[in-house]
């Protein structure tokens, strides 16, 4: 069992930089698989990063490539989505999960936490 808990959303400009958190609790946090979604207002939840247990190999939304990093610190069990070049339309609450599988569907994460929002104005 994993808990998380995510932390860094806020305000900014179009343009800004923001790096999301989570922290995790339990034990065998470096099991897992950990991803990053984010869900807009009346859309469903979107892929945006996921990344293996060790951390060594990650994979993006195309929407935020190139622009998003996901990382990971497994001896401190924090999950961190450095975000940059932001747009209005990354405006959503942004979600940690945790997964057997390195896998980009939302129903395949077992473990939530309970999202930060981020808002980008023009």
């Known amino acids: 069992q994993v808990q998380l808990v995510e932390s860094g959303g806020g305000l900014v400009q179009e343009g800004d930089s923001l790096r999301l958190s989570c922290a995790a609790s339990?034990?065998?946090?470096?099991?897992?698989?950990m991803g990053w979604f984010r869900q807009a207002p009346g859309k469903g939840r979107e892929f945006v990063a996921t990344?293996?247990?060790?951390?060594?190999?990650?994979y993006y939304g195309d929407s935020v490539k190139g622009r998003f990093t996901a990382s990971r610190d497994n001896g401190k069990n924090m999950v961190y989505l450095q975000m940059n070049s932001l747009k209005v339309e990354d405006t959503a609450v942004y979600y940690c999960?945790?997964?057997?599988?390195?896998?980009?569907?939302?129903?395949?994460?077992?473990?939530w936490g309970p999202g930060t929002q981020v808002t980008v104005s023009s």
């Open positions: 339990g034990r065998t946090f470096d099991r897992y698989v």
């Open positions: 990344m293996t247990a060790s951390g060594d190999s990650v």
């Open positions: 999960a945790a997964s057997d599988w390195v896998e980009t569907q939302p129903n395949l994460y077992s473990h």
